[in-house]
C-alpha cells in the first residue's frame, strides 16, 4: 500500500532546478512586478538575524510569504543569494532558503490551502515533518501484518490522514499512535491501536489477559459504544481495540467543524478556532446521555477520567462515551491540570463533564493548563451557568459541591426524555467480576497517583 509518506513511498523528492532561460524569464517577471508590503516587519533585515531553525515556526493557516526584498542570504545557512543561487520559500513556515536548504517536497495539511500535491519545504520543516510521518507509515504496515496474521477483519484504509500529521504523538497524553478502517462481518469498523503505559496491568498471564479482556467487552450501556474485539499486541505492549464507526465523529467534529482529514490527529489538542455553540436544549440531552453512561461505569467501579468532547461520539439521536479503554492503559487524561487540584480527588468525572458542557455552551476549549474555570462574566444561560457552578464554585480550590447522582436529579437534566437506545444494554443481573474488582481498585489508585504527580509539578511552579 502507498501512503505516500517518506522516501520509500516516493513523497519526498528532490525540486528538479529550473533551467536559466527560466529563470531569465523568472528575473524579468519580477522586476516588472510591483512591490509587496512586509508583513513579517522585517524590512531592512540583516543577514544572519534570522536564526537556524525558524523553519519549526508552527502555522495554523497558511504562512505569510517572507518579501523576496527582506533576505539577501538563506535564512538557514546564510549562502549569499545570486543569479545562481535563487531564493525559495518554505511553503510551511514561509520564510526564504535557498534551493540546497529547501529541496523536498511533502503534502502539507490541507487547512494550509495547498491541496494535496505536494510542497516545496525548508529543511527544517522537513526534519520535524518527515519523521513522524515515517513513523506512521511503519505503525500502520504493522497493523496490516498483525491483522492478516490472527483476525477475521480486512484492512480498508488509514484513517489518519498522514498529510495531517505534523509533529510526533505526545507521549505524556498518550495520543492514538494509528486508527485504521476495517470491515468485519460486512461492516466498516474502526481500530485503534492504545499504548499500554503502566506495568500495574501485567498481561502476560493469560488468565489475567482473558479476564481484563472479557470485562471491557462486556461493559455495554445505551451510551456507551461497545468494544466489538479487542486484543492484546504483546510484541508493541499495545491494546488493538475494534469498535463501531461514527460517520458524524465526535461532540468536537460536529461543533467545531473539523474536517474529516483532521479528526484524529487533532483529537487530544486544543483548537485555536472558535467552535459553534450548542443549542441549550442539546446540552442538557448530552449532559443526560454521559450521566446516565457515567453512573453505569461508577456503578462498576470503573473509573473514566478522560472524558472530553473528543470522546464523546454521535450515532443517531445519542452521545455515547468511547475509548473506555484508556483508564486501564496509564494515559494521562486531556484535562490533568484540573483533575490534579487535591479537592477533586473523588470527583474527576463531574469535573470534566463540567467542561465538555462549558465548552458546549461558550464554543471555546477549556486551556489545558489552567487548573480553575472562571465563570465570570460569561453569557452562559443561567440554568447551565447554575449546574456549572455547582462544579466549578468562584473560589478556587473549592471542590464540587454534587455529585454524578445529584446532577442526574437536576431539573435540567431530568426533563430530557431518553430516546431509543442505540447500544444494547448489560444483561439484568450483571454484575463485575470478583476477581476484576480488586484491578479496578488498582487503577483508581493508579490514576490519583498520576494525578499528584502532575500536582507536583504544578505546586513547584
Not at 250 to 269: E, G, M, N, W
Not at 301 to 317: D, E, I
Amino acid at each position: 500500500v502507498n501512503l505516500s509518506v517518506g522516501r520509500r513511498a516516493g513523497a519526498l523528492k528532490r525540486v528538479r532546478t529550473p533551467s536559466p532561460a527560466l529563470l531569465r524569464c523568472r528575473v524579468r517577471c519580477l522586476a516588472a512586478s510591483p512591490a509587496r508590503a512586509c508583513p513579517f516587519g522585517l524590512e531592512g533585515t540583516q543577514r544572519g538575524e534570522c536564526t537556524q531553525g525558524v523553519g519549526l515556526m508552527a502555522a495554523q493557516e497558511q504562512a505569510l510569504w517572507q518579501p523576496d526584498k527582506a533576505a539577501d542570504a538563506c535564512t538557514r545557512c546564510g549562502g549569499a543569494f545570486g543569479f545562481t543561487n535563487r531564493k525559495h520559500h518554505c511553503r510551511k513556515c514561509g520564510f526564504i532558503f535557498c534551493d540546497a536548504c529547501s529541496s523536498y517536497t511533502v503534502p502539507l495539511p490541507l487547512r494550509l490551502g495547498y491541496g494535496t500535491t505536494p510542497q516545496r519545504v525548508c529543511n527544517d520543516c522537513l526534519a520535524v515533518l518527515a519523521p513522524a510521518r515515517a513513523a506512521m507509515e511503519d505503525e500502520v504496515t504493522g497493523l496490516q501484518q498483525y491483522l492478516r496474521s490472527g483476525t477475521t477483519c480486512t484492512y480498508l484504509k488509514p484513517l489518519v490522514d498522514l498529510a495531517e500529521i505534523e509533529d510526533a504523538p505526545d507521549e505524556k497524553r498518550g495520543g492514538v499512535k494509528c486508527s485504521l478502517s476495517v470491515r468485519l462481518e460486512n461492516k466498516e469498523l474502526v481500530l485503534r491501536t492504545v499504548p499500554i503505559k503502566t506495568p500495574m496491568l501485567n498481561l502476560d498471564s493469560d488468565q489475567r489477559r482473558e479476564l481484563v479482556l472479557n470485562f471491557l467487552t462486556s461493559l455495554k450501556h445505551p451510551f456507551i459504544v461497545p468494544i466489538r474485539r479487542i486484543s492484546y499486541w504483546k510484541e508493541k505492549g499495545q491494546f488493538v481495540v475494534i469498535r463501531e464507526f461514527a460517520g458524524k465523529g465526535s461532540l468536537r467534529d460536529v461543533y467545531f467543524q473539523v474536517p474529516a482529514s483532521c479528526r484524529i490527529s487533532q483529537k487530544h489538542t486544543v483548537l485555536d478556532q472558535a467552535g459553534c455553540r450548542a443549542p441549550l436544549s442539546e446540552i442538557a440531552t448530552c449532559g443526560r446521555h454521559l450521566l446516565e453512561a457515567l453512573c453505569f461505569l461508577q456503578s462498576c467501579g470503573y473509573p473514566f477520567p478522560h472524558l472530553h468532547t473528543g470522546n464523546v461520539l454521535l450515532f443517531g439521536r445519542s452521545y455515547c462515551l468511547t475509548d473506555l479503554e484508556n483508564s486501564l492503559t496509564g494515559i494521562r487524561p486531556m484535562y490533568t491540570s484540573y483533575l490534579a487540584h487535591p479537592s477533586r480527588d473523588k470527583h474527576h468525572e463531574v469535573v470534566c463533564l463540567g467542561l465538555v458542557l462549558y465548552e458546549l455552551a461558550t464554543g471555546r476549549t477549556p486551556s489545558l493548563t489552567a487548573d480553575h474555570l472562571d465563570l465570570q462574566n460569561s453569557d452562559i444561560p443561567p440554568p447551565l451557568l447554575e449546574v456549572l457552578l455547582s462544579v466549578f464554585p468562584p473560589k478556587a480550590g473549592t471542590p464540587p459541591s454534587v455529585t454524578l447522582a445529584d446532577l442526574l436529579q437536576n431539573p435540567f437534566f431530568a426533563k430530557v426524555k431518553l430516546c431509543s437506545p442505540y447500544f444494547p444494554r448489560c444483561p439484568s443481573g450483571f454484575a463485575v467480576d470478583k476477581h476484576v474488582a480488586p484491578l479496578l481498585a488498582q487503577v483508581s489508585a493508579h490514576l490519583c497517583d498520576n494525578m499528584r504527580g502532575v500536582r507536583v509539578d504544578v505546586n513547584a511552579k
